[in-house]
């Protein structure tokens, strides 16, 4: 312990040695000023340098020389004197360089991997949301190589995350650093946020920070919405697809002086125009109503910073069959078979930041953030109807040890509430018998306070730095929790990033507001093969989620031609101590709920290169392999509808002056396995495996002083899985089976839409 204690006297020591500058980059335009990130900041006649993080923001040491060179290429360089006594400073580039009086258009960083914090974390900035339609947070994701997003059955809608190669349950999603879209939220969560609201999502893999909670096991992802105090001041945008689908968003501030200013946020989206492209009887997706309004305010002098708001969800969802898919038998007793979900939503916030003036590289915050939601569903004779009320407050304080701003601590002081009340009626159906009409309720309270500690320290010049974190929760049903988290990041130069991240995440299987989508089908729910429908106390046999992971980065710039190549190099490996496996393969008929009995493990596989080809031509290239198992009835076997490898190839190009923008991807997917059908005859078994298969989606946009004009095509080969549903034909037999998709339900897809931005004069 006493060697110990010297070599972190000396490891401190070393940060001791020169004073930290910190500043930010940004970007003049003729609107006002914006960050500008993954700009190159260096000392003159050195190599000694930084780069702006996703925010324009740096640190670097200070050096003698005191001249910092600020640049970017197609932006003017700029040199600015620096003090050792300065603190912070602000460097202006003019986006263009002059040549003859022509104006050269530069291209910024659309997606900015973070290369100055321990964290390994990817920035999509909202220039990457405009590449596609991205009608909502679930179609942000179509041009990055990390995030898959699919449909999880045929018939509802409902949408799932992958982040290597897990499904979106253990990825912790949160909207501005607070968690959010957890349980009844989390299949349908995704639509909750449109795309114009978005000012940038940041995606991080791993464990994540203690701070945000024991929850991210997989990853955290988080949205940044639009702030009153941003530079624009109103905004619109409207859209329609050949599947008849209409939206329109729109947002404005109001700025009332320099402190107070508030923003309102208003969506609408209507899909009423039914499609069975596959003339299965079935529609393809459900029509669809959703009205979503905000409103936020924002207050900020030198030491307070105050955010608050509300948000309110009002969604509608009706699926199912509209004709009997061309078969002469109709079910006269029971008619067609219709789902519905019908949602509303309500969502309150409060972030309250003090900047402590007495004591140096001090403050606090706290946050706060709460939801309620109801959700009313039936599919077939199955019915759900739940309500969720989710609290969550935490505390933080941020210093540093003595009068060294690289030896940083964050501590503090979260509570996390959810309610539930779930009425379910889970029918034993089988095809001309009587259906059992009796709910079941369940009911829980789960209290979570906590505590934690996170340090982060920066050696050798900032080229090392440490971050480590432990928090302690207690759950009033689970007990103790101890979440060890550590972040590492190297960098040996300049153009060279090296980090490794190691931590715990645990999580509360919520079987019914996770799953319901699976009602959507014959098979009933069993929780260790016991029927749920009659003994809703079997839930309580069911573990807390425990995993561990273990995750490497690195990240490399060439300079290539006068422009820079960027490669990025990732591994995870995710393994689960506790994990409530969904077994919906050993009998047919039944989704059988249990404890982890076995080995269960994702190792993940990324590489990842991004260059501009030719002048304001960005190409990017990805791969992914994904080994993930999981012991299912007593077998170690591939996950089911996971595919073993995607590619990515993103192609972007504007003309000078950015008047047009062309874009381009191409998704690989490949093959993976399908559920078996244990007991199903064989006329009504799909096969074991699917194969690989590609989606090409291009949009081109043309911009004007105040407007765009943009258009597309998804799916541009009209590929679609054939048969979705197993048994379509006769849904109310005991073979009828909608949850086993692995590829698109609609095909070619156009869309044209118009943007209107005005920003603010100052």
Not at 207 to 216: A, C, F, K, M, W
Request: aromatic letters at 14%; charged letters at 20%.
């Amino acid at each position: 312990m006493r060697n110990l204690f010297i070599v972190m006297c000396l490891l401190a020591s070393v940060g001791l040695q020169a004073q930290t500058i910190k500043g930010r980059v940004m970007e003049e335009t003729e609107n006002g000023e914006v960050a500008l990130p993954g700009a190159n900041v260096y000392w003159v006649g050195t190599s000694k340098g930084s780069v702006s993080d996703a925010n324009g923001e740096f640190k670097i040491k200070w050096e003698k020389v005191g001249k910092l060179v600020v640049s970017f290429i197609g932006y003017r360089s700029d040199t600015i004197e620096v003090k050792s006594t300065d603190k912070f400073v602000t460097c202006m580039l003019k986006s263009g360089e002059q040549l003859d009086e022509v104006s050269v258009a530069a291209r910024k960083q659309s997606t900015v991997m973070s290369t100055q914090g321990p964290l390994i974390e990817q920035l999509i900035t909202g220039e990457e949301l405009c590449k596609a339609a991205c009608c909502n947070l679930g179609e942000s994701f179509e041009t990055n190589a990390s995030v898959d997003v699919s449909y999880a059955d045929a018939v509802t809608g409902a949408k799932q995350i992958q982040l290597l190669g897990l499904t979106g349950k253990y990825v912790q999603m949160m909207t501005e650093n607070m968690p959010n879209f957890r349980g009844l939220a989390s299949l349908y969560g995704l639509t909750y946020i449109p795309g114009p609201w978005m000012s940038a999502i940041s995606v991080s893999k791993g464990t994540g920070s203690v701070i945000n909670g024991y929850e991210s096991m997989a990853g955290q992802i988080s949205v940044d919405y639009k702030k009153p105090r941003d530079p624009e001041l109103l905004s619109a945008n409207v859209f329609t697809s050949s599947e008849g689908m209409y939206e329109f968003n729109s947002n404005f501030s109001i700025k009332f002086n320099d402190k107070w200013s508030t923003m309102f946020l208003l969506h609408g989206d209507w899909m009423e125009e039914p499609h069975d492209g596959n003339k299965d009887g079935f529609l393809d997706m459900p029509e669809k109503t959703q009205y979503n309004v905000m409103n936020r305010w924002a207050y900020k002098d030198d030491t307070w910073y105050l955010q608050f708001g509300g948000k309110f969800i009002d969604e509608e969802r009706i699926g199912g069959q509209t004709t009997h898919g061309g078969h002469a038998h109709a079910d006269e007793k029971y008619g067609l078979y219709k789902i519905g979900i019908d949602t509303r939503r309500y969502e309150a916030f409060l972030k309250l930041g003090y900047l402590m003036p007495q004591y140096e590289n001090t403050s606090m915050a706290i946050l706060v953030n709460y939801s309620d939601h109801t959700q009313d569903s039936y599919y077939g004779p199955k019915m759900y109807n739940a309500g969720q009320k989710s609290l969550f407050v935490n505390y933080i304080y941020q210093s540093i040890f003595g009068t060294n701003p690289s030896q940083m601590y964050s501590a503090g002081l979260s509570f996390n509430y959810d309610k539930y009340d779930e009425d379910f009626r889970d029918p034993v159906f089988n095809y001309g018998e009587d259906i059992s009409t009796d709910f079941i309720n369940m009911k829980r309270e789960e209290r979570v306070p906590g505590a934690f500690f996170q340090y982060t320290g920066e050696f050798l010049d900032q080229r090392f730095i440490v971050m480590a974190g432990l928090r302690y929760d207690y759950h009033n049903i689970f007990g103790s929790i101890w979440t060890p988290r550590a972040h590492i990041m190297y960098k040996p130069d300049e153009f060279t990033s090296i980090k490794a991240t190691f931590g715990r995440g645990l999580r509360t299987p919520n079987i019914l507001a996770e799953n319901s989508y699976l009602l959507a089908s014959a098979a009933n729910f069993y929780v260790n093969g016991e029927l749920l429908g009659k003994n809703p106390a079997l839930l309580d046999d069911l573990k807390m989620e425990d995993s561990w992971n273990f995750g490497a980065n690195v990240n490399r710039k060439f300079e290539v031609f006068g422009r820079t190549l960027n490669i990025n190099l990732d591994y995870y490996h995710t393994k689960f101590n506790d994990q409530v496996v969904v077994d919906n393969e050993t009998a047919y008929n039944k989704v059988n709920f249990y404890n982890l009995d076995g080995d269960s493990y994702s190792n993940c596989y990324q590489i990842e290169v991004k260059y501009e080809l030719i002048p304001r031509l960005e190409a990017t290239l990805a791969y992914r392999y994904n080994d993930v198992k999981t012991t299912i009835n007593g077998d170690l076997r591939r996950t089911p509808l996971t595919s073993r490898y995607k590619g990515l190839v993103n192609l972007s190009y504007f003309t000078n002056l950015k008047k047009w923008q062309f874009d381009f991807t191409t998704q690989f997917n490949g093959s993976g396995r399908l559920p078996e059908q244990g007991g199903i005859a064989d006329e009504y078994r799909v096969a074991s495996r699917f194969d690989d298969f590609q989606i090409m989606n291009a949009q081109v946009t043309k911009y004007f002083r105040l407007w765009s004009i943009y258009a597309g095509c998804e799916n541009i080969g009209d590929f679609t899985q054939k048969n979705p549903i197993v048994n379509s034909h006769n849904p109310w037999s005991d073979t009828f089976d909608s949850s086993k998709v692995w590829g698109p339900l609609h095909g070619r897809k156009f869309y044209i839409g118009l943007r209107f931005a005005l920003d603010r004069k100052e």
